[in-house]
């Protein structure tokens, strides 16, 4: 069951990654012609993956935990969720705040140089993550599992 429920929790999160950012997203700006309205949409769509991602990934780092116990420290498939999770926070409450107040006061000449830097910073970390789910669907997140060793007491 525990598999099963890594699996679905994966797909959900990292496939959703990978449907909103490389294609929905470009996709709406290539077919809605005011800019504003498919930034916010993307947005929207990011924060969904956001909460998603937050659910997901403390759901499957809980459940590392309660796999690996104490050995969950020596895990890169912990640290990876950790990171993961990290990079969710950073770019949901600090990064696109400061997007969307640019955007929202009508995007100034003087904050331009500051919305590159900072849409740059969440698209990096956005792909960054992508990547490192793709890793945690390819190699599961408990190594148990990964490896077909299934604890038959959980």
Request: aromatic residues 8%; glycine residues 10%.
């Amino acid at each position: 069951m525990q598999q099963i429920s890594e699996r679905i929790l994966l797909t959900l999160w990292v496939g959703g990654m990978w449907v909103v950012g490389p294609v929905v997203t470009p996709t709406l700006f290539k077919m809605i012609d005011d800019r504003t309205l498919a930034a916010t949409i993307a947005g929207q769509l990011f924060t969904i993956m956001s909460v998603i991602g937050l659910f997901c990934g403390g759901l499957l780092l809980i459940s590392h935990v309660w796999e690996s116990g104490k050995q969950v420290f020596k895990s890169w498939r912990a640290w990876l969720l950790l990171a993961m999770l990290l990079i969710i926070i950073i770019g949901e409450f600090v990064l696109a705040p400061g997007i969307v107040e640019i955007r929202e006061a009508g995007m100034p000449d003087d904050a331009r140089a500051r919305f590159d830097m900072l849409h740059r910073s969440a698209s990096t970390l956005y792909m960054m993550s992508s990547l490192a789910g793709l890793v945690l669907v390819i190699f599961g997140v408990n190594s148990r599992i990964a490896s077909g060793k299934q604890n038959s007491t959980v």
